[in-house]
């Protein structure tokens, strides 16, 4: 329950449009259709007794991790 709950604030940020410059226009971090595909990853290995079940869900958080940990503004 608590890896569901905590995917589903992670989901919210991942989907939130990030500050492109312009004052109308935001992207969104990943698509729904991305979100969703690492969802359906996660709940497989939340799900999952064997550790390597879905370890492509973990590469792309720590890829995630990686990619944000320079602009992370731990102070907002």
Known sequence: M???QS???LKFDLCTTVDSG???FGLPFL???EADELERELLVEVKATDPTA????RK???AILKACAGRIDVLA
């Open 2 to 4: 608590e890896a569901r």
């Open 7 to 9: 995917w589903d604030a």
């Open 22 to 24: 312009y004052r109308l």
């Open 31 to 33: 698509t729904r259709g």
């Open 54 to 57: 879905a370890a492509s869900a």
């Open 60 to 62: 792309n958080l720590h």
